[in-house]
């Protein structure tokens, strides 16, 4: 199994709503990202997590709130978004953790989001 | 803080055409440069992986090269198709945050 699965695909939330995005991959890639994409723009890297943990916030609203359970799942909980947030998330994995070597990252297909 | 070019950013050429894009980037101290490809409202494909070390990867048509010391990078795409049609993006690691920084990426159209 060579990917990384998103669900939702698509969610559409309003700001007061809570919603969560998933990722999985069965790789055994022990790195996980978060990313954020807006249109027409490239991704920014949201949050990193190496073993299960979190190794890297690139100073993210608190609204966004990242989990990894294990080291096949990282979650994304949504809660009290603007209508700025609304965007492709991508979730990308990579093989050993973030000080390793051939960090090659792979991506999923994106949940996109729209907040109303 | 580590800038990510990409020229040009967008491209449009008959099919069967050979073609270069180009990245460039500020901070040669990089771990590794991938070259992605992104087809409308997708995820991101991953096409060649360059380790810093090394100075050119081939998969199939693509041919991506290195240059570090120049901190510059080219993606040589052979007898381009219209399947080719996607924004390719690159992106570097750095050394010591090992975190992706992307290019702003070039649409590329092949015109069949």
């Known amino acids: ?116 | 803080k580590q800038e990510v070019t990409q020229i040009p950013a967008a491209l449009s050429v008959p099919e069967g055409e050979n073609l270069v894009l180009n990245c460039s980037f500020t901070d040669s101290a990089i771990y590794n440069l991938q070259w992605f490809r992104q087809d409308p409202g997708k995820g991101l494909t991953s096409l060649l992986l360059i380790q810093s070390s090394q100075r050119e990867q081939t998969s199939g048509r693509l041919n991506a090269s290195l240059d570090k010391s120049s901190g510059r990078s080219t993606l040589y795409i052979a007898a381009s198709q219209p399947g080719d049609s996607a924004t390719y993006l690159c992106a570097v690691s750095d050394t010591g945050r090992r975190a992706l920084t992307f290019g702003s990426g070039t649409r590329l159209q092949v015109q069949p």
């Open chain 1, 1 to 116: 199994d060579t990917e990384v699965t998103q669900t939702p695909k698509h969610l559409v939330m309003g700001m007061t709503n809570k919603k969560s995005l998933k990722c999985e991959q069965h790789m055994g890639h022990r790195a996980m990202y978060w990313y954020k994409q807006k249109a027409k723009k490239p991704p920014e890297l949201m949050f990193v997590y190496s073993y299960e943990k979190l190794s890297i916030n690139e100073s993210v609203p608190s609204r966004f709130s990242p989990e990894c359970p294990n080291s096949s799942l990282l979650n994304l909980h949504l809660h009290a978004l603007q209508p700025e947030d609304s965007a492709l998330y991508l979730c990308a994995s990579s093989r050993g953790g973030l000080a390793e070597l051939g960090n090659e990252q792979f991506f999923g297909p994106g949940t996109r989001l729209t907040v109303l």
